[in-house]
Each structure stands twice: as C-alpha cells, then as structure tokens.
C-alpha cells in the first residue's frame, strides 16, 4: 500500500496516494499538480493563504476614552482571582475603572472613584447565565463598547477562567496593554496558571507576572505561619515562564469577610497589612506599564 498524504489547499482537504491519485474529503475539492511549485509560485500560495487566514479575525479596535486595558486572569477558577480583582483601591489611585463579579452598592463605588460594570449588575442574583457561545461574545462586546466609561487611564478586565472562547476575543477585539495571571501554590493551580499565561503569549498580550494568592496562613491566636496550598509555587512557575512575581497575598479570614460584605478589605481596611499586599502589587503592576500618556 502506498503512503497516503494529507493535503490542505485553500481550505480543501484531500487524499493522496504515491501514485498521485485524489481522494476528496468532506466535499472538498482539491488539485494535486505532480511537480514542485516554482518559487514565485511558493510565494503566492503564502501570500493567498495569509489573506484566507486573516479574513475571519477581527481588527483591534480601542475602546472610546479608554488609554490602558489590563486583563486579570488564571486560567482557571477557585484560586481568588476575582476577589484580588473585586480590590478595587488596588488601581483607584491611578485612576482605574474596576469590572466586578458581585453586586455592591453603588454609593460606595463612587466613593471608591471606581467605575465598574458586570454581567452581575444586569441578571438576578440567583439566575444563571445560560448561553451559547455568540450571545457571550455578542455581550462581551456591549460590555466593553457600549458602557459610557468616561476618561480612563486603566480599565481592568477581571477574566472568566479558562483558555477559551471569551479570553480569545477580548484579546482579538481590544488592544491589550498586559495580563496578570493569579494562582495559588498549589501544583493543580499552577498547571492551569501556566496555560494561561501561555495563551496570552500567543496571541501576543504582554504578561506583567503572577500573583500568589493564598500564599500563607498565620493562625490568629499563637502567630504560626502555615503554608496549607505549599509553598513558593508561584515563584518556581514564575522562573520557568522568565517572569515575576508581583506579590503575595495572604489566606486571611479578614479579605474573606470584607468581599461578602461589599466592601473590600483596601476600603474597609486600607491600613491592614493585607491591604497593603494588595496595595504593593498595584506598584508593581503601574511599574511595569507604559506611561497612560504615551
């Protein structure tokens, strides 16, 4: 039996024997031509399959008033990514807009300067959003273009887990500026940061570095430290992806109790030592920007 040979000619597969025969697959149509292309000829194929690749993705287009995004990310859920980004003091000071997961009132957030918009705000608390993958992307893009954001220096986007759909088209539709990722130290965490971080290299978002949530506790009573997801996971993905880590913020019963209130621990508690953790990575993250007025 001769060796069959897979071929993709302009979006047409086929089949091909030693012998030169075609075996059509899925309707497609293709022609095998039994001498080498000349290279002019190489040179137009490039060329005709770069224009078919380009035709189905869609220009970057920026965001009215906005100068800056930021997207936090971790690749997947459960390591506390959306209540390091629900802090919303975190880029306050630089003149932030914050998207929260959780409802809160809004007296409060304009008293934060913070301008925030989230799917949470638009569907009852209990109702789930069950939707197929256009009507996500049709509302992604209502969130990020038809929201009167006003004049901002950052919108920070807080990302759903994953390495899908929806990371894929808010790095396709907008301009980036740069991802940070969230993760624990725990190795199952980690595995899932990296992807994340991989991904956003693809697609050529810039990666600030990595957040280690979760990184410590301290019991409250005799002051010992313990490391209940290990220890410095975070800090060894970072080496092997040439990063580095922004900061660490503790496990502590405070930032827990203060996110279910609706007040964040930067509001409620701005001269805690969590507080400032999360104060100190928004340092490290406005370090590694580029000036809102380039």
Not at 75 to 96: E, I, L, N, P, Y
Not at 244 to 270: C, K, M, W, Y
Request: aromatic share 6%; charged share 20%.
């Amino acid at each position: 039996m001769g060796i069959w040979q897979r071929l993709l000619l302009f979006g047409g597969v086929s089949l091909r024997t030693g012998g030169g025969a075609t075996a059509p697959l899925g309707g497609s149509r293709a022609m095998v031509c039994g001498r080498q292309l000349s290279g002019a000829g190489s040179e137009t194929l490039k060329q005709r399959r770069t224009q078919i690749m380009s035709r189905g993705l869609p220009k970057q287009k920026p965001i009215e008033g906005v100068k800056q995004v930021i997207v936090v990310a971790s690749g997947k859920g459960g390591v506390g990514k959306s209540t390091t980004a629900v802090q919303g003091h975190w880029f306050a000071r630089c003149g932030c807009v914050w998207t929260f997961n959780s409802k809160d009132d809004e007296s409060e957030r304009k008293s934060g300067i913070i301008t925030d918009m989230s799917m949470g705000f638009l569907v009852e608390e209990s109702e789930p959003v069950v939707w197929r993958g256009l009507m996500v992307m049709s509302a992604i893009e209502k969130l990020l273009r038809q929201v009167d954001w006003g004049q901002l220096d950052y919108l920070v986007v807080d990302m759903p887990p994953g390495t899908g759909d929806v990371q894929l088209s808010v790095s396709q539709n907008i301009p980036i500026t740069g991802a940070v990722i969230v993760s624990t130290p725990q190795d199952i965490a980690l595995m899932d940061a990296h992807k994340g971080a991989e991904m956003f290299r693809r697609v050529h978002v810039p990666v600030l570095g990595l957040i280690q949530n979760m990184s410590v506790f301290q019991c409250p009573k005799c002051k010992h430290k313990t490391h209940i997801f290990g220890a410095d996971g975070a800090r060894k993905l970072a080496q092997t992806l040439g990063l580095e880590v922004l900061g660490d913020i503790p496990l502590h019963l405070n930032i827990r109790e203060a996110s279910d209130t609706g007040q964040p621990i930067v509001f409620s508690q701005p001269e805690s030592d969590e507080a400032k953790a999360y104060l100190r990575i928004a340092v490290e993250v406005v370090r590694r920007l580029p000036s809102p007025s380039e």
